[in-house]
């Protein structure tokens, strides 16, 4: 295959391929990551050793092969260490890039997603950030900066670090600090993609930071304007791809109504999608009838749990029939609290069933929880007191749903589930993001309200909730 009908592969070219590049055969084994017509990355054999091929390919593969090249010129000028780039070029029909291949190696979003669970900025939290920003100030101090900067561009091979992608390498002055106002920008980036911190767990990670690039003081109330700028778009930009076909999500819309999938679940969940209410009469029901029927299901041996929203009669339908389902509500707001950084079940699908246009009934997929609520896991009496971790993890979940300003609409009990360490929201219908601190602040004392509601009054239980969980006269 040449690099002119790889432009034309699709998404999932089929593997192993074989191209032919700098007078060598290069065969692809792995695909790591595909825009499709733009540029494929993969695991490669190459002159007899594993490596990473960049392939670039249509319109702008020649400046896009340029920007590569001189991100990562300025980089080995900048004593920043990055894997070797062992040949390049490019033609009339795009580009390669090959880069030696780091073996064992895992991104520091990987081990931030694997300390998830423990509380934010634990000491093994803070090892993870306190090695991103080091490398971030090395850049700075050199007068460079990662446009695209994130943790999986920062590659860990045990106690080496590896700065990757250097087509997203900007320099302003290459060998002089970057000025303060880019470097605060390129920091909020970064704190953007993490839950919200403290000032004072701020001021702790950047004491990292300016111990390797003093050029500049980093205000903080400048970068907390930024991070809250770009933390917005991020979150915005995420739910639109949640509707469109993309690289996470394949998104179908035709004259049956619409169904947006993870892209990587698509194939396993494609029987089920083609008929789901055979799924749900086969599975094992929780609640049939009335607005909502939900089930259990099997899918190629896994436990998956699919909520069909029903149209109930002509009256109901006529109210739901114009507007977006709670299926797709529902599908929004798990995206929505996962970019977020707050547990729910997965969301895997959603589809919308439409006659002319008008909604009908609705399905949403996610994966399914075997975890205890917190009924079953506290004291229903509230005379006991639940072990502190657990009661930590839940004050902490409040909290940041206080911080977003997110209501969940419905806190009894059996809606909060116990899994892994870490508390779990469900049941997402009647979830917002308000944007007006006067409706959000009536939203939360409701959610507060209702999640004490679950134990008596003046219970040992309900006492330490009641003086622990946040109120609005909090909010910063």
């Not at 780039?85 to 694997?114: C, M, N, P, T, V």
């Amino acid at each position: 295959m040449t690099l002119s009908e790889l432009r034309h592969a699709g998404r999932s070219p089929s593997l192993p391929l074989t191209l032919t590049v700098a007078g060598d055969e290069l065969c692809l084994v792995q695909w790591l990551r595909v825009l499709p017509g733009k540029r494929y990355v993969a695991k490669a054999l190459w002159r007899g050793q594993t490596v990473l091929a960049k392939l670039l390919v249509g319109d702008k593969s020649a400046r896009d092969l340029a920007l590569e090249q001189t991100g990562f010129n300025a980089v080995q000028q900048a004593g920043v260490a990055t894997p070797e780039l062992l040949a390049s070029g490019g033609g009339a029909d795009g580009a390669w890039l090959l880069y030696a291949f780091i073996d064992q190696a895992e991104s520091l979003a990987q081990r931030w997603q694997s300390l998830s669970a423990e509380p934010l900025l634990s000491a093994a939290q803070q090892s993870v950030l306190t090695q991103a920003l080091a490398c971030v100030a090395r850049l700075h101090a050199q007068g460079l900066w990662q446009a695209d900067l994130h943790l999986d561009n920062l590659l860990a091979q045990a106690e080496h670090l590896y700065l990757v992608d250097a087509g997203g390498i900007r320099v302003e002055q290459l060998g002089q600090p970057l000025s303060a106002e880019a470097a605060i920008k390129n920091l909020a980036v970064l704190f953007a993609q993490l839950p919200v911190l403290s000032d004072e767990q701020l001021e702790l990670l950047l004491v990292g930071y300016l111990g390797a690039n003093a050029a500049h003081g980093i205000a903080l109330d400048t970068l907390r304007r930024q991070e809250a700028t770009i933390r917005q778009w991020r979150l915005r930009d995420y739910l639109r791809k949640c509707a469109r076909d993309c690289s996470l999500f394949a998104v179908r819309h035709d004259g049956d109504g619409i169904c947006a999938v993870r892209r990587e679940q698509s194939d396993r969940l494609a029987e089920l999608l083609a008929s789901p209410d055979r799924f749900i009469e086969q599975g094992h029901l929780y609640k049939t009838g009335g607005a909502a029927t939900v089930a259990r299901v099997t899918v190629a041996g896994q436990p998956l749990l699919v909520k069909r929203y029903n149209i109930k009669n002509a009256a109901h339908w006529l109210k739901r029939c114009w507007r977006p389902s709670r299926a797709w509500h529902s599908w929004l707001a798990g995206n929505r609290l996962l970019h977020l950084g707050i547990d729910t079940p997965l969301p895997l699908a959603v589809i919308e069933k439409r006659t002319l246009g008008l909604r009908r009934s609705a399905y949403l997929i996610t994966e399914y929880l075997p975890g205890e609520d917190i009924i079953a896991r506290f004291d229903p009496t509230g005379l006991q007191l639940p072990p502190p971790a657990e009661l930590d993890a839940l004050i902490m979940l409040i909290q940041r749903l206080h911080d977003e300003r997110i209501s969940h609409g419905d806190l009894k009990g059996h809606n909060v589930l116990w899994r892994a360490g870490r508390w779990s929201l469900i049941d997402l219908d009647a979830l917002q993001q308000h944007r007006s601190a006067a409706r959000f602040a009536k939203a939360f004392a409701k959610d507060r309200e209702r999640l004490l509601r679950n134990w008596p009054v003046g219970s040992p239980l309900y006492q330490a909730l009641d003086q622990r969980l946040p109120t609005i006269s909090r909010q910063g």
